[in-house]
Nanobody
C-alpha cells in the first residue's frame, strides 16, 4: 500500500521560509516523477514543482527562484524548500508521485497547510 505523508507546513510571516517534507512508503520515489502541488481556497489545484527520476527539476513561474525541490533517495523523501514566501503562497500543499507509462498511476498525500501572513 502506497502512502505519502507530508509535514512541515505552518504559519510564517511574509519573507520567511519553510521546508516541506514528503515521506513515502510502499513506493520508491527515485524511480518516478514526484511533485508538489497546491490548492488555495476557491482555486484549482496547481503545479508547484516536480523532480524527475533523473533529478531534473521543473517549477511554476510563480515560484522560480524562491522554491527548490529536492529528493533524498536514502530516506525516500522529497522536500520543498520555500524561501521569500508571499501571502499568495498560502495554500494546502500536496505531494504527488505518478507514473505515466502503462500501467499508469497517481498517488497523493493528505496535504499540509501553509499560511503566509503577518
Amino acid at each position: 500500500q502506497v502512502q505519502l505523508v507530508e509535514s512541515g507546513g505552518g504559519l510564517v510571516q511574509p519573507g520567511g521560509s519553510l521546508r516541506l517534507s514528503c515521506a513515502a512508503s510502499g513506493i520508491i520515489f527515485s524511480i518516478y516523477t514526484t511533485g508538489w502541488y497546491r490548492q488555495a481556497p476557491g482555486k484549482q489545484r496547481e503545479l508547484v514543482a516536480t523532480i524527475s527520476s533523473s533529478s531534473f527539476a521543473n517549477y511554476a513561474d510563480s515560484v522560480k527562484g524562491r522554491f527548490t525541490i529536492s529528493r533524498d533517495n536514502a530516506k525516500n523523501t522529497v522536500y520543498l524548500q520555500m524561501n521569500s514566501l508571499k501571502p499568495e503562497d498560502t495554500a494546502v500543499y500536496y505531494c504527488n508521485v505518478k507514473r505515466t507509462a502503462t500501467p499508469s498511476f497517481t498517488y497523493w498525500g493528505q496535504g499540509t497547510q501553509v499560511t503566509v501572513s503577518s
